[in-house]
Structure formats: C-alpha cells, structure tokens
C-alpha cells in the first residue's frame, strides 16, 4: 500500500521510529519520570534523518555524534533528577533515553521488525516494574541457582551438541533429547506458577490444558511425578493429564486439517468423540474427585533437573524402541509407521499425513489414518509412563485414555 502511495521510505521510518519511542515514552510519562512520550518520540524519530543524512553526505561520524548527544541527554536527565529535584538516584530512565537513541538507528538502517519486538519488550518489562520487584524479593538462592542451571543448558550445552544421531540407528539426536529435557522443565515451571497464581487444583488444570499442546508426553511424565508426591494431587493431576490429553488431540487435529482440508470429513468424526469423550471424563473426575487449594510439595524450586533427566532417559527408549519395532516387522506399512512415529511425536506424523496427501502419495482415508494412530500411539506412550511412575493413576487417567484410543479407532473404522 506504501509502495502503491509513493511514500518516502524515509517518512515511513521516521514515523515508525516516532512510534517507537512514543511508546516507550507513553510508561515513562505515566509515572512522572523525565523524558515523556514528546521527547521519547521525537528522539526517536530523528534517528532515522541522521542516518539518512550520513548515508547522503558519506559521513559515518554523524551517527556516532548522534549516540554522543543521546547519551549526554540522558546523562543530563540522571542529574536533573537526583540534584534539583532531589529523587533517589536510578538509571533506569537513563538507560532508557539511550535504549530508544539506538532504537531509532535501528528503524534507520531498515531493522523496522527488529526494533519494533525489542521496544515491546521493553515496554513490557518498564510496565511490570513492581511485579519483577516483588517476584525478586521472593526468590531464594535455590530457585535462582536451578534458573542459571536452565540458561546454561539452553544457551550453553544445546549449541555445542551435535545435531546429527548418535546411534546406530540414526534416530537418537542429543539435541532433541535436550529440548526434552527442557519441554520438562519448562513444564514443570507452568506447574509451578500456576499453581502458586490459581491454587493446587486449578493450577493443575492449567497446566495440563497449556501445556498438553506443547509436549503432552512430557507433562505426563510431571503430572504422574507430582501425583506420587502427594497422595492429593492424584485426582487434579489425572484430570490435568485427561484436558493435555484433548490438547494434543486438538493440535494434531488442527495441524492435518490446516495443511490438507480435504481430511476434514474422514478425520474429525473420530477427533470430535475422542475430544468430547477426553473432556468429559476429565470433567467428571474433577466434579467428582477431591480439590485442594495446596498441595503437600516440596517446591523448593520449579525445576528437578533429575526428573528432567530420567524422562529424557524414557525418550531415547521410546525412540528406539519405536525403531526396533519397525526393523523386527520388516517392510513397515504406512499405518505401522504412523505408530511408530507416534510413539515420539504425533505432531510430526500429522504433517506428515497432510503432506503425503496433499502430494497425492496417500489417499484421504489413509492419510487420516495416519493421523488417528498417531494418536494413539502417543496415548500408548502416555499410558506406559504413568504406569511405570504412578499405578494409582490407573483409575482415574489410564483407563479412560485406553478408552479415548479405543473410541477414535471405532469411530474411524467405522465412518
């Protein structure tokens, strides 16, 4: 529309740069700080002009002077405020002023996209201000210890490990154990959160619900932990498994039916009494079993990087053992592989089913068959760990995921 328009890309920048400071400038004003949404914005946007301008006349420097007088106005602000005014010394508008200088350079040189994300951040974390405060002052050593643990992990070992296979089989990929580990942890972190913002049950529930989309395999593996942890939780935990449950069938779902729409007739009959069927009993045992408002856990920190580890361990044998399988029934067919793959991530088999239907490799009917025993498979998996780490779960989630599969197979076998 720009281009049709013939606006100056110039104009478009500045505008976009006076945006950016306005708002950053907007928080700043709200609290009565110097440096409100005029001087923000116009700060901003005159970055845009002096790269302009240097670019025109070849003289670089005039960027550099530019950083130079940003960081003299800020500077001078810090000093109107703790001398004349008299308020406590802090830099955080300081840093601030410079923050939306650099910002604006970055809108100049075409880093629109890069510039806006990081303005929105910051916003965010100047609006959040008491919140971090207090969320601080209530961390202790061990939860900030096991959070430098997450980061090394994350920022540290994932990029030094090799990104091809380790084992014979060319299936094993310590990488992908890792973001395991971490989808672990992660969740165990939601847990965490949200049971301290929404109480035991509720909390229990939300993050069953969000994180089920995620890697439901995963939050299995914590729900069935925390409910061996407390003989309280079993009842919310196995009701959370039951809603990650209808999360992943839901995503699977979705995933086949937005990249081939030609599955939505044969596949949404059995998604639909598998989705009513999961959240109904999940319904159910919530209505009928016992909620608390806390629990009797020991959370001392969000993360137990020895679960993460061992959930890690029962990935590589799912994995393999998935392999095994298919080398021991020789020549996999197309639904034995679609199991298979399941049994790691059913997510990965439904694009895979969209994929070789919309190719048209597979017709419509095997390719939803895909798709309904990848699910499967994944709540195979999901049965088998829970088993292994809590049989008192058995009642309340197992059987009511054997019933899931079984109906979505019916249903399928017979539509």
């Known amino acids: 529309m720009l281009d049709a328009l013939a606006v100056p890309e110039l104009l478009v920048r500045v505008v976009v740069a006076i945006a950016i400071g306005g708002l950053i400038g907007l928080e700043r004003e709200r609290l009565d700080k110097f440096a ?5 914005a116009l700060l901003a946007g005159t970055a845009p002009a002096v790269v302009e301008l240097a670019d025109r006349a070849e003289l670089p420097l005039l960027v550099v002077v530019y950083l130079v007088v940003v960081g003299a106005i800020a500077l001078a602000i810090a000093y109107v ?23 604006g350079l970055l809108v100049g040189y075409g880093l629109l996209f890069e510039a806006t994300s990081i303005a929105i951040i910051a916003a965010v974390l100047l609006t959040e201000k008491e919140r971090i405060h207090g969320s601080i002052d209530r961390l202790t ?29 060319g299936v094993v990929s310590l990488r992908e154990v890792l973001v395991f580990a971490i989808f672990v942890l992660l969740i165990q972190f939601g847990a965490y959160v949200s049971m301290r913002q929404f109480g035991g049950s509720k909390g229990l529930q939300v993050t069953g619900l969000l994180a089920g989309g995620a890697n439901s395999l995963a939050t299995a593996g914590v729900l069935a932990r925390m409910a061996r942890q407390s003989r309280d939780t079993v009842d919310a935990a196995a009701s959370a498994l039951l809603l990650a449950t209808g999360s992943m069938i839901l995503r699977n779902a979705a995933i ?18 598998m989705l009513a069927l999961t959240l109904g009993l999940a319904y159910a045992g919530l209505a009928h079993g016992e909620s608390y408002e806390e629990y009797d856990i020991d959370f001392d920190s969000p993360f137990s990087f020895t679960a993460a580890g061992k959930f890690a361990v029962a990935y590589i044998g799912i994995v393999l053992a998935s392999v095994v399988g298919e080398e021991l029934l020789g020549e996999p067919g197309l639904y034995a592989t679609a199991f298979a793959g399941g049994l790691v991530s059913s997510a990965a088999v439904a694009v895979s089913a969209a994929t070789v239907y919309s190719d048209g490799s597979v017709g419509s009917e095997p390719a939803a068959g895909m798709v309904i025993l990848a699910i499967v498979a994944s709540l195979s998996a999901k049965i088998v760990l829970v088993e292994m780490l809590n049989d008192e779960m058995r009642k309340r989630a197992v059987l009511p995921m054997v019933a899931v599969g079984i109906a979505g197979l019916g249903v399928f076998v017979l539509v």
């Open 36 to 40: 409100g949404v005029r001087t923000m």
């Open 81 to 103: 405020r703790f001398k004349l005014r008299g308020d406590e010394l802090g830099f955080t508008t300081t840093v601030t002023v410079f923050l939306v200088g650099v910002l």
């Open 141 to 169: 050593d061990r939860e900030l210890s096991d959070s430098m643990k997450l980061g090394a992990l994350v920022f540290v070992l994932y990029p030094i490990l090799p990104p091809e296979p380790v084992d014979p089989y």
């Open 256 to 273: 086949a039916s937005v990249l081939a729409v030609g599955l939505l007739p044969i596949l949404w009959p059995p998604i639909a009494v």
